[in-house]
Structure formats: structure tokens, C-alpha cells
């Protein structure tokens, strides 16, 4: 199922120490490799984040407030990057996308699509809850990005309109590539605009709203034709599942 790549964690590629030791203390292997898709992953250590409108951030929309606190309580794996075309041909020997090249973000496929590809891999991939992927993507941080934007993101600024190879920008502190920008994220929740206020009090390992009046499922961090001000660690967006969009991606989890 996995290959371990590294059990501890590289203090040049998990640049924080809190999350170091954390990592180390679930006695899992930090890096690992999925066999069937080729799709490396690194650990997430459980722990608190507070979720939506970061302080200060004047661009955040209302589905994004009010910010709460939430709490994961089990460590999981996520893609060290956007899920590639070589990876997604790998298992479903077809290529959706509008922009082409092995190392860049597979783009063009619906929700459903990745359904279809997470049967045929049987790996114990998922998509990751929309609180997983935003914990993720902060990596402690508590600002509306990980650093400098045109550091870190292909965004309508810098990408010239095309997406680009997967891991050539700086990564945030726990080792994750273009979880802003590149190409927007399929996650697994349903959309709701008015969610977060039932989270108000702080919730636990939150899955999303049980159903989406618009039918619809969140997808996370902006992409290459998104203005900047979309390319933030709380943007959140609706998007039908069984519509297809060459600015959509994905990045897979793993329960260990």
C-alpha cells in the first residue's frame, strides 16, 4: 500500500519545530510514498487551528467568518503536491486536462471523476475535509497566506494564464507545495455558505454540512486564473461535483 520513505522528519523541509516534534511523537513514518499511484505524502500531526477570515484580512467573504477554533484529533498523509497528470494517467490511463505535461497539476476532472479514480486505485486515498486542508495549508501560520503570494502561488498575476509544473514555488512549513494557487483543490465537504456559523463554539474533526442546498462541494486555495485576492488559506468556493474545470485539482489524504 505505502512505501516509507523517511521515518523523521527533515528540519529543512519541516521548517517548524513544534510541528517536528509533534510529527515525531505519533511514531508514524513522516514520509511515505503511495504504491499504486506514486503519489508522495507527508504526516500531519493532529492539533488546534482557529479555521476561516484570518485577523486582519479585509478580502475575506462571508462564508469564510465567523473564525473558530477547530481541533483535528488524528494524525493523516497528504500529497506532497497537486495530484499530477502522469499520476492521474497512471491509474485512470486517460488525461482530462486542458494544459498538458507529466509534472503538471491534472486539471479538467469533476468531483465525481476523482470518485471513479479512487475506486480504481484502492490505495485508502480520500479527499481531504475542508478543516484538513486548511490545517494543512497554514502550517501554524495564523495570516490570510504562508508567505509572499508570488513566492508561493501561480495566480492570475504570475501564471500567464496556464498552470504550471507541480513543486517549483517555496512550500509552507510543513513541506506542502501550491496549496495556493496552480489550480483550485477538490475537498470532500459539501458547501454551505452559512456553515461556519453552526462552528461558532469550536467543533472536532468536522466533516461539512450533511447536504448543500446549491449541491455543490468546496473547493480550497485559488488557482492560475484567480485573481490574488482568491489565493488565501481561508478562500473557500462552491463548485458542482459533476461539473468538470481546467482551474480544479486535487491533492489526495490517507488515514494511516
Not at 19 to 42: C, N, Q
Not at 96 to 107: I, M, Q, T
Not at 178 to 192: C, F, R, S
Request: negative net charge; contains cysteine.
Amino acid at each position: 500500500m505505502i512505501e516509507v520513505l523517511e521515518q523523521n522528519p527533515d528540519p529543512k523541509v519541516v521548517t517548524d519545530a513544534d510541528f517536528r516534534k509533534r510529527i515525531m511523537e505519533t511514531k508514524l513514518p513522516w514520509r511515505v510514498k503511495d504504491k499504486a499511484t506514486g503519489i508522495e505524502m507527508l504526516l500531519v500531526p493532529p492539533g488546534t487551528f482557529m479555521m476561516g477570515a484570518s485577523p486582519g484580512d479585509t478580502q475575506a467573504s462571508d462564508d469564510e467568518k465567523p473564525a473558530h477554533e477547530v481541533t483535528i484529533t488524528k494524525a493523516f498523509y497528504l500529497g506532497r503536491t497537486e495530484v499530477t497528470q502522469a499520476q492521474w494517467f497512471k491509474v485512470m490511463d486517460t488525461n482530462p486536462s486542458k494544459f498538458r505535461g507529466d509534472s503538471l497539476p491534472v486539471d479538467g476532472m469533476s468531483w465525481n471523476d476523482i470518485s471513479v479514480f479512487l475506486k480504481k486505485a484502492s490505495g485508502g486515498l480520500h479527499l481531504p475535509t475542508e478543516a484538513e486542508w486548511e490545517y494543512a495549508c497554514r502550517a501554524g501560520t495564523k495570516g490570510a497566506t504562508y508567505g509572499d503570494l508570488d513566492l508561493i502561488a501561480w495566480h492570475q498575476g504570475t501564471a500567464g494564464c496556464e498552470t504550471h509544473a507541480v513543486g517549483q514555488l517555496q512550500p509552507n512549513a510543513l513541506g506542502f507545495y501550491d496549496m495556493i494557487g496552480n489550480v483550485w483543490e477538490w475537498t470532500n465537504d459539501w458547501y454551505e455558505g452559512d456553515y461556519y456559523k453552526s462552528c461558532a463554539d469550536g467543533v472536532v474533526d468536522p466533516t461539512g454540512p450533511a447536504q448543500s442546498e446549491l449541491g455543490a462541494r468546496v473547493r480550497r486555495g485559488g488557482g492560475w486564473v484567480g485573481y490574488a485576492n482568491l489565493c488565501r488559506a481561508s478562500s473557500r468556493n462552491a463548485h458542482a461535483p459533476g461539473n468538470p474545470s481546467n482551474n480544479i485539482g486535487c491533492r489526495f489524504a490517507r488515514t494511516p
